[in-house]
């Protein structure tokens, strides 16, 4: 079984587009791919949309933090609010601005599980507490201030702030991804009747627990190339213990 959302407020076309939004879009190509369905929900309100767009092109262009700082901040923020939409959008220039796959993937992470060197780690702290707008302590306002400059501090609370803007717009509207969506198995063990065909079906996702025959799942968020196999395992699964959910969207409760 398969669980979905459709956005509430679909995103316009581009042929729907008001001009001067299909020119942001075309200037800002090396943003990388993935922002149509972004642009096309803000396409609803133009005159907001320029607005919001020329401050993003100002964060990223204009902006005094450097790459790395910036991506840091966006992708602590986006995971702190669970947008998977601006988390993966910003996967390419965030390595783009030097942080290997590892640091990427970490951002999503327990800040624990990674010795940060200590201005990555302040930034991160400072991201987790701004993406729910909790205070900054002086200890760590102090350490922030030792490598950023006073409109570097500014420029990293209006970061933030628009981040999480961002994210609460595009969660709340369940904006889909411009890409095809990923999978996210979601498998209910309880419910598992040991047939085993979904082991055969993908058994790059499932293998069959040798002690109590039931099925346990190897990777929940699968590569797309074994889409097909996964949506056939679900199909074939007697008991339904099995459901894929597009990681765009949570499961409905």
């Known amino acids: 079984m398969t669980t979905t959302r459709t956005p509430r407020i679909p995103p316009l076309p581009p042929a729907e587009w008001p001009p001067v939004l299909r020119s942001l879009l075309a200037d800002s190509h090396r943003d990388g791919p993935g922002r149509e369905n972004l642009f096309g929900t803000l396409a609803h309100h133009p005159v907001l949309a320029h607005a919001w767009l020329s401050l993003a092109r100002v964060l990223t262009h204009e902006g ?59 930034l ?27 409109g570097q501090l500014v420029e990293l609370l209006v970061l933030a702030g628009q981040t999480a803007t961002m994210c609460a717009t595009l969660n709340t509207l369940r904006t889909p991804s411009d890409q095809q969506p990923a999978l996210v198995v979601l498998l209910d063990r ?26 346990a799942l190897l990777v929940a968020d699968p590569d797309g190339r074994y889409a097909d196999e996964v949506r056939f395992a679900a199909d074939l699964c007697p008991s339904g213990a099995i459901t894929l959910v597009d990681d765009e969207e949570p499961a409905l409760p």
Do not use: K, M
Request: aromatic fraction near 4%; hydrophobic fraction near 40%; proline fraction near 5%.
């Open 64 to 122: 005094t933090l450097g790459h790395r700082r910036r991506e840091l901040i966006v992708l602590r923020v986006a995971h702190r609010l669970d947008a998977p939409y601006v988390h993966r959008r910003h996967r390419t220039p965030a390595a783009d601005a030097g942080l290997t796959d590892t640091e990427i993937d970490a951002t999503a992470a327990d800040l624990d599980t990674r010795a940060w060197a200590g201005e990555d780690r302040a």
């Open 124 to 150: 991160l702290e400072a991201a987790d507490l701004l993406a729910v707008n909790s205070p900054v302590p002086d200890g760590l306002w102090s350490r922030l201030a030792r490598f950023l400059s006073p």
């Open 190 to 215: 309880e419910r598992c009747c040991s047939a085993g065909q979904c082991v055969g079906a993908a058994p790059e996702v499932f293998e069959q627990d040798e002690e109590d025959g039931r099925v």
